[in-house]
Antibody
Framework: QVRLHQWGAGLFKPSETLSLTCAVY???????????WSWIRQAPGKGLEWIGG???????HYRPTLKSRVSISVDSFKNELSLRLTSVTAADTAVYYC?????????????????WGQGTLVTVSS | EIVLTQSPGFLSLSPGERATLSCRAS???????LAWYQQKPGQAPRLLIF???TRATGIPDRFSGSGSETDFTLTISRLEPEDSAVYYC?????????FGPGTKVDIK
């Protein structure tokens, strides 16, 4: 059974660069070229916010409000998905999830998320 | 950006009752490119419904989705204690992908 496992540091100071990694077990990031591997975050007590994602060929898309600070990439050799978010502030404090995005068959659009990592709590504090 | 609004914000019902959760979009969502998720405390969201009405693998048939364009509904018939959770809708018609603020369902 395919599952996602993620890891990374949990505490950052303002202005630092947040870095998280996600690995897929029981499969690989290039099993299906239609998949779109994303990062989604959830501030404490709040709802879900899509950060961005990439397909296995490296085509990435980001939330416009974060685009200048975020980078998401897949390393097919290591079978890892990475998130980098620069110049973090307290507003970036959240649980971060990696997730597999799937398109609807026969319909042009974006992705719903059928597989999620366990989540990583990231706190930004001086 | 498509803004999703969910109502009610909180729902308290008894086991065996029916829950009706609403998700309204600020503009039409093409081809019902809408999904529903369930999230329990301390857990990642779980996909329930995609394409507005297609149940994900392993989801009981007491969960059903309906609607189109700007108005969508998640119905949970015959509530069970384990259905206590927050439920989110998500549109994947346009980028950025967006989620609703959630409806918390409490089982008395």
């Amino acid at each position: 059974q395919v599952r996602l496992h993620q890891w990374g540091a949990g505490l950052f100071k303002p202005s630092e660069t947040l870095s998280l990694t996600c690995a897929v077990y029981g499969g690989s990031f290039d099993d299906d070229s239609d998949d779109f591997w994303s990062w989604i975050r959830q501030a404490p007590g709040k709802g879900l916010e899509w950060i961005g994602g990439t397909d296995s060929s490296g085509r990435a898309h980001y939330r416009p409000t974060l685009k200048s600070r975020v980078s998401i990439s897949v390393d097919s050799f290591k079978n890892e998905l990475s998130l980098r978010l620069t110049s973090v502030t307290a507003a970036d404090t959240a649980v971060y999830y990696c997730a597999r995005g799937r398109p609807m068959q026969y319909v042009s659009g974006w992705y719903y998320f059928d597989l999620w990592g366990q989540g990583t709590l990231v706190t930004v504090s001086s | 950006e498509i803004v999703l609004t969910q109502s009610p914000g909180f729902l308290s019902l008894s086991p065996g009752e029916r829950a009706t959760l609403s998700c309204r979009a600020s503009q039409s969502v093409r081809s019902s490119l809408l999904a529903w998720y369930q999230q329990k405390p301390g857990q990642a969201p779980r996909l329930l419904i995609f394409g507005a009405f297609t149940r994900a693998t392993g989801i009981p048939d007491r969960f059903s989705g309906s609607g189109s364009e700007t108005d969508f509904t998640l119905t949970i018939s015959r509530l069970e204690p384990e259905d206590s959770a927050v439920y989110y809708c998500q549109q994947f018609d346009m980028s950025p992908i967006t989620f609703g603020p959630g409806t918390k369902v409490d089982i008395k």
